[in-house]
């Protein structure tokens, strides 16, 4: 069964930066498109970036462009996302995904 565990959440003040990672365990990682998404209080999960196999392709939603950067180390079956800039907005549960789910998530509440 697939198996991820994401870290790195936490509170940090608006202007802060957070690095978050997501393992993998028991699954193909270097095979899959990999994705964060985040879910804010009382809001829909929103995607965040996606990364392709072999890293050939990187995308970002408008307001991950030039704060957020996603990556992925294939012999660590790990996913990252580092956070830089942050805002009160981007208060949310953060989760890393594929085509096949998403793991449990790490909080990242952005408050002074």
């Known amino acids: 069964q697939v198996h991820f565990v994401e870290s790195g959440g936490g509170l940090v003040q608006p202007g802060g930066s957070l690095r978050l990672s997501c393992v993998a365990s028991s699954f193909n990682f270097s095979r899959y498109k990999m994705s964060w998404v985040r879910q804010a209080p009382g809001k829909g999960v929103e995607w965040v970036a996606s990364i392709d196999r072999g890293d050939t392709n990187i995308y970002y939603a408008d307001f991950a462009k030039d704060r957020f950067t996603i990556s992925r180390d294939d012999a660590k079956s790990t996913l990252y996302l580092q956070l830089n800039s942050l805002k009160p907005g981007d208060t949310a549960v953060y989760y890393c995904?594929?085509?096949?789910?998403r793991g449990q998530g790490t909080q990242v509440t952005v408050a002074s």
């Open positions: 995904s594929y085509v096949g789910g």
